[in-house]
């Protein structure tokens, strides 16, 4: 399956070869990269040749986020730095990100990626693109655009941030597709409605992902807008946008599992799930070389069939996500662990480590607001004391999660102490 010829696919037994062969190669080439890899198999007395083929996957150890932050910033990468040529990063469980490295080979097969979910999206050489996730260490931005340019459309690289512009440019120069998350989009058809611009659009289709979202959204999505709204899920550990996305079906997302060798497993024991059993998705990165993962642990949660889609395309098929197995929170698009918060806060000593996180859906934008206690030894009636705190508190938290929040500061003893497991957050986005 490539990008311009999506209808010509391999047989399942062909994939299966090729997954083979690719983590034949991937096991040895970890093996003789990567120490942490290299331990690891060590430890279960693996040698590459005990690898055969994609059945015995299973004896390969399990990556998580943990590892990546344990061996901050650059530990897991395969290649000398000087055979990277882009960073990307996302949020790690506290303070440190997750740094994820490229080398032009695994940019060129992340274009690929993103180009054939494109089409998948009906987006061709004639279409304008607006690219309207952020641009940055987010690979939102720079991955759909690196999609788009592949499969030779017009793109306007937006990033987020300026909905008046992004409405008048979508006017202006005729868009045909767009790229964003689809909270972000339900709120710019909003913008466009505002301005009364609904009837002068030109956009045929979406291209929706970074977050959860449910089939009611993507209705009231191609209802306000008339379009059709696609779902792309990647995550940058991974590669970033297009490790799978739906066709015209909508009947699971397609996986690029030439690329992207995904299993589901329980969360809890870990064993492999028969097909249509929901579980955690694993992948494991059968062609990358700067950051190749062994069975990475995406915490997501879904389930996955290799039946053959309507639009006849054979590949390995995931269900829309049902949740994640950890407490990841994806506000505006951003990933926030509440440990993120907490390890923020500790830095200031005017507050205590009591705080709850609520977050919230306004004109489909995602609000956070962090409420937190004040260390009794700084209590204080002065309002203008309280205010210059907000404000150092607000900087901390932008500093450390890149998101603006809404700070409530409460006095010595007013949140509610849990008995058992503490709660921190409070999310009353609707998902139904
Ligand atoms: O969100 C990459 C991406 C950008 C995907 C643009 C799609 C479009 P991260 O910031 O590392 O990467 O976040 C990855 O976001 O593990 C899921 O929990 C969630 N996620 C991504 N796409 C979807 C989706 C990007 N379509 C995390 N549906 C993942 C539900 C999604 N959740």
């Not at 986020?65 to 650059?74: E, I, M």
């Not at 440190?96 to 080979?105: N, S």
């Not at 389930?303 to 994806?330: P, Q, V």
Request: aromatic share 6%.
């Amino acid at each position: 399956m490539i990008w311009n010829e999506t209808k010509e696919c391999m047989s399942r037994e062909e994939m299966r070869n090729l997954q083979s062969a690719r983590l034949r190669k991937l096991v040895d080439y970890v093996y003789h990269n990567v120490e942490f890899y290299r331990k690891k198999m060590q430890a279960v007395g693996l040698i590459p040749s005990d690898i055969k083929g994609i059945e015995d996957i299973e004896k390969l150890p399990f990556t998580t986020k943990d590892d990546l932050r344990d061996t901050y910033p650059f530990g897991l990468f395969a290649v000398p730095q000087s055979e990277i040529v882009r960073i990307h990063a996302s949020s790690g469980t506290t303070g440190k990100a997750t740094v994820v490295g490229y080398t032009r080979r695994d940019l060129d097969i992340w274009a690929e990626c993103v180009a054939r979910c494109m089409t998948m999206a009906g987006v061709g050489r004639n279409d304008i693109v607006q690219v309207a996730y952020g641009y940055g260490l987010f690979t939102g931005g720079l991955g759909a655009h690196s999609g788009a340019e592949k499969i030779g459309a017009m793109v306007v690289p937006m990033s987020t941030g300026n909905s008046q512009k992004l409405t008048t440019m979508m006017v202006d120069f005729g868009a045909t597709a767009i790229a964003c998350t689809p909270s972000y989009l339900l709120h710019i058809s909003e913008v466009l409605a505002a301005n009364g611009m609904l009837d002068q659009i030109k956009l045929k289709a979406a291209i929706c992902g970074a977050e959860p979202w449910t089939e009611k959204m993507r209705n009231e999505i191609e209802k306000r807008l008339n379009i059709h709204a696609h779902d792309i899920y990647g995550l940058s550990e991974v590669m970033g946008p297009g490790v799978a996305c739906d066709c015209e079906y909508h009947a699971g997302l397609h996986v690029c599992e030439d690329h992207f060798f995904p299993e589901i497993v329980d969360p809890k024991t870990l064993k492999g799930l028969p097909e249509g059993e929901t579980g955690e998705l694993v992948f494991t990165t059968l062609t990358k070389e700067g950051l190749p993962l062994i069975r990475y642990r995406t915490k997501d949660l879904t389930s996955l069939t290799r039946e053959t889609c309507e639009c006849g395309r054979t590949s390995a098929r995931i269900s829309r996500f049902k949740g994640r197995s950890d407490d990841m929170l994806i506000i505006r698009g951003v990933n926030v662990f509440p440990s993120q918060v907490e390890a923020a806060l500790v830095n200031v000593e005017e507050v205590t480590p009591h705080y709850m996180i609520i977050v919230d859906r306004v004109n489909n934008l995602d609000t956070m607001e962090i409420q937190v206690e004040l260390n009794s030894e700084y209590y204080t009636d002065e309002i203008k004391g309280i205010e210059k705190l907000t404000k150092k508190i607000g900087h901390v938290i932008l500093q450390a999660l890149g998101l603006n929040a809404k700070i409530t500061i409460v006095q010595p003893g007013a949140l509610k102490r849990s008995e058992g497991k503490a709660v921190h957050v409070v999310d009353n986005r609707k998902y139904e």
